[in-house]
Structures are given as structure tokens and as C-alpha cells.
């Protein structure tokens, strides 16, 4: 069972440089999102997709692109990566609202961004 | 987002002795749940509670509903090493998919 999964893990970037975090879920998932994790924040949510296609803004959107092309993929991109981006970003996803959604997340391992 | 307020911010106890966490807000909520996160890892799902007043188990863990949805605790019993992590508490107001999350409870645990 794959799951969330995540790539990079690890990932150090200039400033001005862009990238694109990517996330993959092989449940059959509807919802997915991103959030950022920093230090005495909490988990904060970036953008979310409640299907292919379907994308919003979530309460940290700025400085950051995402796409649902696919049930499975949600990107993120960063364009032009600042410091102020240095986080852990964790991917998480779950089933509609429509079908057995309980509100339980399923998250990935993370990937650790820093930006000089 | 709704802020919920958690604490502590951080625990630092004896194996063996019981932990308590809690979460409120000043909105009411419909779903409370409970997620640990261990050490370069995602948070996992632990409690999920839907009604209030609710008190469910999860072996060693009791986490209940506030009768006025406007809180939650956890509590865990004779801790052990491995409960070492992040506890989040993590709420949501209605039917969707939006969950707002606590700032976390960082628990250490010595033998």
C-alpha cells in the first residue's frame, strides 16, 4: 500500500528559483491538499482540489501553483521560491463528502524545503 | 480559518505517568479529531470523535467530545517511549472538507 507518497524529501533551492513538489495518491481519493508545517504553526493549508480539474485556495495560497489533472497527481509549484518558504510541506488526501468522507486526512512522509 | 487553541505546547514526563491535551475554540465544531505525528513522518490519524459528549478509546488513549462542541481532550495512559511526537487536535464545522488544526503538543517521554 503506496498511499501519499511524496517526492523530493529533501530539497534546497535558491531564491528566485522555482519547483515543483509533487504528490501521489493511489486510494482513489476525491479531496487532496497541501498544507506547511512550521514551527509553532501548526499545519496550515496551501490549496486543495476536490476532484480533477477543481482547485482553491486555502488560508497560506500566496507564492504557490497547483493543478488536479488527474484523481491521482496535485503539484505544487513554487515559482519563485523566498526564504519565507523554508517549511515542511505535507500532502494529504481523503474521500468525498459524498462517499465515506469521516474527515480523517491521509498524509505523506513530507518534504523538507529550505531556501537560501 | 477557525484558530483552535491548544496545550499544552509541550510535555516533558516519565515513563509511565498519564498525559492530558486539550483543544478548544470558540466555535462549535462537528468532528474533532486527534492526529500523532512521529519524527520525520506525516501526521496519522489516532481518535476521530463525531458527537458530543463522545468518549472513545483507542487502547491506551481516551479522547472525548465537549458537551459544547466547543472542545476536546486527550488523554493517554501510562505513556511509553514510543508516544514520543506531535500530537494535533484537528476540527471541523461542517459537512466539507475543511479542517482547522491546533498548533501541537510536543511530547517527550524518558524512560
Known amino acids: 500500500n503506496a498511499g501519499v507518497t511524496q517526492t523530493p524529501k529533501f530539497q534546497v533551492l535558491k531564491t528566485g528559483q522555482s519547483m515543483t513538489l509533487q504528490c501521489a495518491q493511489d486510494?482513489?481519493?476525491?479531496?487532496m491538499s497541501w498544507y506547511r508545517q512550521d514551527p509553532g504553526m501548526g499545519l496550515r493549508l496551501i490549496h486543495y482540489?476536490?476532484?480533477?480539474?477543481?482547485?482553491d485556495q486555502g488560508e497560506v495560497p500566496n507564492g504557490y501553483n497547483v493543478s488536479r489533472s488527474t484523481t491521482e497527481d496535485f503539484p505544487l509549484r513554487l515559482l519563485s521560491a523566498a526564504p519565507s518558504q523554508t517549511s515542511v510541506y505535507f500532502c494529504?488526501?481523503?474521500?468525498?463528502?459524498?462517499?465515506?468522507?469521516?474527515?480523517?486526512?491521509?498524509f505523506g512522509e513530507g518534504s523538507r524545503l529550505t531556501v537560501l | 480559518g477557525q484558530q483552535l487553541n491548544q496545550s499544552p505546547q509541550s510535555m516533558f514526563i516519565q515513563e509511565g505517568e498519564d498525559v492530558s491535551m486539550n483543544c478548544t475554540s470558540s466555535?462549535?465544531?462537528?468532528?474533532w479529531l486527534w492526529y500523532k505525528q512521529d519524527p520525520g513522518e506525516g501526521p496519522v490519524l489516532l481518535i476521530a470523535?463525531?458527537?458530543?459528549?463522545e468518549l472513545t478509546s483507542n487502547g491506551r488513549l481516551t479522547a472525548q467530545f465537549g458537551i459544547t462542541r466547543k472542545d476536546s481532550f486527550l488523554n493517554i495512559s501510562a505513556s511509553i517511549p514510543s508516544d514520543v511526537g506531535i500530537y494535533f487536535c484537528?476540527?471541523?464545522?461542517?459537512?466539507?472538507?475543511?479542517?482547522?488544526f491546533g498548533k501541537g503538543t510536543s511530547l517527550l517521554v524518558t524512560p
Open positions: 494529504a488526501s481523503s474521500f468525498s463528502v459524498a462517499r465515506r468522507n469521516t474527515g480523517e486526512l491521509f
Open positions: 484537528a476540527g471541523r464545522i461542517n459537512s466539507g472538507y475543511a479542517l482547522n
Open positions: 482540489s476536490v476532484g480533477a480539474g477543481i482547485t
Open positions: 470523535l463525531y458527537k458530543a459528549g
Open positions: 486510494m482513489n481519493h476525491e479531496y
Open positions: 466555535s462549535i465544531f462537528n468532528t
